[in-house]
Nanobody, 125 residues
Framework: QEQLVESGGGSVQVGGSLRLSCEVS????????VGWFHQAPEKEREGVAN???????MYADSLEGRFTISKDAAKRTLYLQMNSLKPDDGGMYYC???????????????????WGQGTQVTVSS
C-alpha cells in the first residue's frame, strides 16, 4: 500500500511562512496526481493545490497566489510553500494521491484515494 508522509507543520504568526513536505513513493511521484488539502476545525476538507507527474499545477482561487506547490524528483518529495499566512489558513494539511489517474482533474478531495496522516498548522495573530 502506498504511503504519503507529511511534515513541516507548526506554529507561525500572521504574515509568516511555512513549507510543508510530502514524501511519496517512486510510483506515486512518477505516475500520479498528488494534491494538498486543508481542513480547518469543524469544516470540510478542501483542495489547496495539486500537481501531476508532468508538472501541471492547479490552485484554489482563494489563495490569491500566496501558496506554491512544487516537487523534487531526487527526494521524491512534494512541497507546499505557504506565504503571507492568515488565521484562516490554520488547521490540518494533508497530501493525497489519486492512484487511479495520472493527471489532476479536480481540486477537491473526491478523486484522491490515498492520504497521509496530516500535519498541523497554527497561525496566530
Amino acid at each position: 500500500q502506498e504511503q504519503l508522509v507529511e511534515s513541516g507543520g507548526g506554529s507561525v504568526q500572521v504574515g509568516g511562512s511555512l513549507r510543508l513536505s510530502c514524501e511519496v513513493s517512486e510510483t506515486v511521484y512518477d505516475h500520479h496526481c498528488v494534491g494538498w488539502f486543508h481542513q480547518a476545525p469543524e469544516k470540510e476538507r478542501e483542495g489547496v493545490a495539486n500537481i501531476d507527474p508532468d508538472g501541471t499545477k492547479m490552485y484554489a482561487d482563494s489563495l490569491e497566489g500566496r501558496f506554491t506547490i512544487s516537487k523534487d524528483a531526487a527526494k521524491r518529495t512534494l512541497y507546499l510553500q505557504m506565504n503571507s499566512l492568515k488565521p484562516d489558513d490554520g488547521g490540518m494539511y494533508y497530501c493525497a494521491a489519486d492512484l487511479k489517474r495520472r493527471h489532476c482533474y479536480i481540486l477537491g478531495p473526491g478523486y484522491f484515494n490515498t492520504w497521509g496522516q496530516g500535519t498541523q498548522v497554527t497561525v496566530s495573530s
